[in-house]
């Protein structure tokens, strides 16, 4: 088969130039960047009251495996 067979149709021809795919998707990130500002333009903003959030808030505890320990010391990251 030639390409004379299968027409003038390539399918490269039908692409743009790269100036304009890169216009393109700056267009592109532009007005997907532009939703999201609009979406939080219309969101309520962060309550500022101090009894909307919780007096007291447990610190998270950390596990510590033995081989994460064996590692630190052997480091001189003592963890104790």
Known sequence: MTTQD???HL???ELSTPTEMSADAREVVTSLHLERVA???VQPAVSIHFDDYPREVEKPEIQVSAAAARIANALHLHLD
Do not use: K
């Open 6 to 8: 299968l027409g003038s």
């Open 11 to 13: 399918t490269y021809d």
């Open 39 to 41: 979406e939080a333009a």
